[in-house]
């Protein structure tokens, strides 16, 4: 139970220190520029979702998101395309890596058994999706597939991996 308890301590801890430095992000950005969209993530696990726009084309992303009872943080880089024709639409793809915690008593349904113990995981991901930029208003709304692979208690390809992403760009 006190194992429980320091889990999601930390969990809160985490997302705060997310929020605070997305905020400090926002404040130090400069108008006009649109380098940075922070936002919500749907899908197989709920959590948040910063980009920084390095270019119109290259973009770092980060998502910090909960699924399981645990958490995982994910850095990707992706390469963005404009399709033709549509102004705001892009498709993307990219790579990357992530660290997932999963504390005692945790049950992964994928495996359909419990996870005795702390268990941590790390692996690579890869990434695919649709992405439109309102114009009008700074909103960009993305839906993406990314499946990634998994090293530590159990070495699986994890194809489940997907979501809707609603973020705030400027």
Known sequence: MVSLVRFHMTL?????????LLTSVCLNAQIGMLEYAVGARLGTGTGISGQYFYTDHHVFEGIVFTRWKGFSITGL???HMQIQDVKGLKWYMGVGGH???YPIASTHPDLGKSIAGNAYFFGGDAILGLEYFFRSIPIQMSVDIKPEYNFGIIDRLDM????ISLRYRF
Request: hydrophobic share 30%; no cysteine.
């Open 12 to 20: 809160k801890s985490l997302i705060a220190s997310a929020s605070l």
């Open 77 to 79: 880089y992706e390469h």
């Open 99 to 101: 660290t997932s915690f």
């Open 160 to 163: 489940t991996n997907g979501g």
